[in-house]
């Protein structure tokens, strides 16, 4: 059935475009070097994949996003709770955190790179500005959200604030902050790419730009595949941990 | 005296068109041991003198008095079930970690007739259902004092029937003091040892009911409380 409804499909959509690829590059309308055949692209990528290039690229890239991505959720995370907890404190840094909102991360890389230099420092910080703004507003949305009627039985069996916290809000928030983890996964392992090409010496965003350099648009192509493709395997990773949290109960904004 | 009395009770709501004095000054003593069921018709300040009573919102005037220290359960107009947890979770949500007992659990998922849906979900659930569930978790908790807010209107002839045995049951086992809101006339006929008659912001009556449970709703006594029930609730409007 599942076959039928969606590997069938997803393999001809996928053969399509190869066979498109395939067509044009033997057409010879372009040139080599513009467009690499699949078939260059792949002994291209079976060679960078056997000589550990690539692979080391992914888990640098991959270190970085997990590093900058954890910091981000735990900072909105705390920040959000904050504003549950103790609503008085949240004018304080409301406006700053909207602020930044408004400034891609883009934008700070040459003051990063001034402060922090190149080194991880700088990818870390951007992928936090990256991640931080869609999980915030989404955990915020979602412990404001919380039904007050729900709180209200919580109170009326003697909760105090924290446990109706923990037992209340959070459960009841767990769909809109799983769907903010979801987008700001997805955003940091853009802005990685983009801080990589920017201010690297290793990374995937790294090899794409050395190899345009070197004029190897085979190997750019190979590193574009491989962002796409591990990009949707974190992205399924996480989708396999949420389920298990969300234990199927929360309408979990999954597929 | 044991019990909870309220005296010169005041709530008002402000709205966009003025303001709306809901309770004006009501009396009440609530007996221990005792079911008090207070009627009246829809809007009258039914659900806002049991949200007082529960301290779940603080009057504007008069007070509220309880005698002893007491455990106290609500049974809302809705279920107000936690839609992420199980029957079983739900029913004990009042209940702290060492309060759990999975045996007593077991057996309030009897008498309220769940058994075989512990694990099922609020949304796996029928209207009555899910009440059920909500009296269920007032009970788990073993409150010495019920407030109880229409609970057995969603339910049908026959499950509410069953309700109301179980409820009297709980307080005969229990002895717990119950305050509970109703607008069926013949619902307080079967439970109530006071009926109370909510309306223009007082208590503007009182019926005591003196009678042994299992009542007969034909009996000459309860013809003649419906009576005048009636005729109380018609001179109110
Ligand atoms: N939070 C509120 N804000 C403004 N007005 C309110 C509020 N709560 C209740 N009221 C008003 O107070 C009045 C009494 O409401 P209440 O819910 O106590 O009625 P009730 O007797 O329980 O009615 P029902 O039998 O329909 O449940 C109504 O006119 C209602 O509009
Ligand atoms: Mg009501």
Redesign the interface.
């Given at each position: 059935m599942k076959l039928r409804k969606r590997i069938l499909p997803a393999l001809i959509g996928v053969g399509a475009v190869l066979l498109a690829w395939y067509l044009v590059c033997a057409s010879g309308v372009v040139n080599d070097y513009v467009l690499p055949s699949p078939g260059r692209v792949w002994s291209t990528f079976l060679k960078m994949a056997a000589s550990g290039e690539l692979i080391k690229g992914v888990l640098v890239s991959l270190g970085r996003v997990l590093k900058g991505f954890g910091i981000a959720f735990a900072l909105a995370f705390l920040l959000a709770s904050l504003r549950i907890l103790a609503p008085a404190s949240e004018p304080y840094y409301e406006y700053i955190v909207q602020f930044f909102r408004n400034v891609p991360p883009i934008a700070m890389i040459p003051l990063l790179i001034l402060w922090c230099g190149i080194g991880e420092t700088t990818k870390t910080v951007i992928i936090v500005l990256a991640s931080f703004f869609p999980m915030y507003l989404s955990i915020v949305k979602g412990f404001t959200g919380c039904d007050p009627?729900?709180l209200?039985?919580a109170?009326?069996?003697d909760y105090g604030r924290g446990r109706a916290f923990f037992?209340?809000v959070l459960?009841?928030a767990?769909a809109d902050i799983l769907v903010g983890m979801r987008t700001s996964l997805g955003y940091s392992w853009r802005a990685i790419i983009g801080a990589e090409m920017v201010a690297a010496s290793t990374g995937l965003g790294h090899m794409i730009l050395f190899a345009q350099q070197m004029s190897r648009t085979d190997k750019v192509i190979v590193g574009i595949l491989t962002i796409g493709i591990v990009g949707r395997v974190t992205d399924w990773l996480l989708g396999i941990v949420i389920r298990r949290f969300a234990?199927g109960?929360?309408q979990n904004g999954w597929d | 005296m044991d019990g909870i009395e309220i005296r010169g009770l005041k709530k008002s709501y402000t709205l966009e068109s003025g303001t709306l004095h809901v309770l004006r000054g009501l009396d009440l003593t609530l007996e221990a041991g005792a079911i008090t069921v207070v009627l009246g018709k829809s809007g009258c300040g039914k659900t806002t003198l049991l949200r007082l009573v529960?301290g779940?919102e603080k009057p504007d005037g008069g007070e509220i008095r309880f005698h002893s220290p007491r455990k106290?359960?609500?049974v809302?107009q809705?279920p107000?079930l936690?839609?992420?947890?199980n029957v079983r979770d739900n029913i004990q949500?009042?209940l702290r970690r060492g309060e759990i007992d999975p045996a007593a659990t077991k057996r309030i998922i009897e008498t309220v007739g769940l058994t075989g849906f512990e694990s099922a979900?609020p949304a796996q659930l029928s209207g009555g259902m899910q009440q059920r569930v909500a009296l269920a978790r007032a009970l788990a908790?073993r409150p010495s004092f019920i407030m109880m807010d229409e609970p057995f209107a969603a339910l049908d002839h026959f499950t509410r029937e069953s309700m109301q045995k179980e409820l009297l049951r709980v307080r005969e086992a229990t002895d717990a003091s119950i305050l509970f809101v109703t607008h069926a006339i013949d619902e307080a006929l079967t439970l109530a040892d006071k009926v109370v008659l909510l309306s223009g912001g007082v208590c503007a009556a009182a019926f005591p009911i003196a009678l042994p449970h299992p009542r007969d709703l034909m009996c000459d006594e309860l013809i003649q409380a419906r009576r005048s029930i009636v005729a109380a609730l018609g001179a109110a409007a």
């Open positions: 009627r729900l209200e039985v109170r009326s069996f037992r209340v459960p009841s767990m234990g109960t929360a | 529960g779940l106290t359960a609500f809302f809705e107000r936690m839609p992420w947890l949500f009042g979900l908790c």
